[in-house]
């Protein structure tokens, strides 16, 4: 009777675990950590297509992309936070990795003439900042807002995109 007891409270247990962590992934504003590698690799693969060397991970950046993308969270407006660093801001539906981020950000490098250093039809500032050789520390995040959409944010250190400079 003790073994019965003892394998019925821990199959309710885990299964009052599974719940709520079901009902924690429903929230809004909660969603599963991205892992960082996947903004950096495709930051990476993009600047390396240039002959730009790699960025990498910074804690503190990241911190500061995770507060701001949390004050988003209602309503997913596409807002920049107006810090020190240089930003990008993507929006999308449900499951946005920061990976998708990024190359929504790179589709726009026919936009750049490298020879004129300005966009040509569309934007492209969001593609300059990506591969902008002086950048070297990047963190990102992202957060699920309360309309369902998902708002990703990646700020760069140094901040690129200045008047008058190549970006490579």
Not at 48 to 67: L, S
Not at 85 to 105: H, I, P, R, S
Request: with cysteine; hydrophobic share 30%; charged share 20%.
């Amino acid at each position: 009777m003790g073994y019965s007891s003892n394998l019925l409270l821990c199959i309710f247990s885990t299964a009052l675990i599974l719940a709520a962590h079901t009902s924690l992934a429903r929230k809004v504003g909660y969603y599963p950590p991205n892992p960082h590698q996947d903004f950096v690799d495709e930051h990476n693969r993009a600047r390396a297509a240039v002959g730009v060397g790699p960025i990498k991970w910074n804690d503190t950046v990241a911190a500061y992309a995770q507060q701001y993308a949390n004050t988003r969270v209602r309503g997913c407006d596409m807002e920049h936070s107006g810090g020190p660093y240089g930003e990008n801001l993507a929006e999308g539906y449900e499951e946005m990795t920061g990976a998708q981020a990024v190359k929504f950000w790179v589709t726009e490098k026919p936009n750049y003439n490298y020879a004129s250093n300005k966009c040509v039809g569309d934007e492209c500032g969001h593609y300059t900042q990506v591969v902008w050789r002086n950048s070297i520390h990047l963190g990102c995040a992202r957060v699920k807002c309360d309309n369902n959409w998902v708002f990703v944010i990646c700020s760069y250190d140094p901040p690129g995109n200045y008047e008058d400079e190549r970006p490579y």
